[in-house]
């Protein structure tokens, strides 16, 4: 069974930039463990990353959280050094989930990254509704929320999507 590692937003402007926690900086050596592990399995890695405009102020997204953050070519929008391996796929997205899931052939699917409240359980949930038959799982030890409370409840609606938390 062929298993894919989704990395979600480990960004800059989500670890340590504009929207950056403690808790987000404290996953980062899990998230170089996990991100290792599938390397040498040879398995399928796949990024997101939030992408925004300089016009980010004027969208939907912005008006509700008015904090500019992984602004197209910008430091924070960059993938956290040490954690992106060559020659996998980056997928940008505008906006929580990535709307490209159904274009891929998955097998079994581990989400990790941030923020554990917003784009991981929005990709996991798009994933697990796209194949509902397939395994979805999430490392909770490599994920950080908003904060601690909204990162517990992300993984409780998870779960309770049948989705495998660990």
Request: glycine share 6%.
């Amino acid at each position: 069974m062929k298993k894919t590692l989704i990395v979600v937003d480990m960004q800059n402007d989500f670890i340590d930039g504009a929207l950056g926690t403690k808790e987000a900086v404290a996953i980062v050596p899990n998230v170089k463990k996990k991100i290792q592990e599938y390397v040498a399995k040879g398995a399928e890695i796949i990024y997101t990353r939030d992408t925004h405009t300089e016009d980010y102020m004027n969208t939907n997204e912005g008006k509700n959280l008015p904090v500019p953050h992984c602004i197209k070519g910008t430091q924070g929008w960059e993938i956290a050094d040490g954690l992106y391996v060559e020659n996998c796929k980056i997928v940008d997205k505008p906006t929580f989930g990535y709307i490209g899931w159904s274009d891929y052939q998955f097998e079994e699917v581990e989400l990790i990254g941030l923020c554990t409240d917003i784009c991981v359980v929005s990709n996991a949930l798009m994933i697990k509704a796209l194949f509902p038959e397939i395994n979805v799982s999430v490392d909770a030890s490599c994920c950080a929320g908003v904060t601690p409370q909204s990162h517990e409840a992300a993984l409780t609606t998870m779960k309770m999507c049948q989705i495998k938390v660990y």
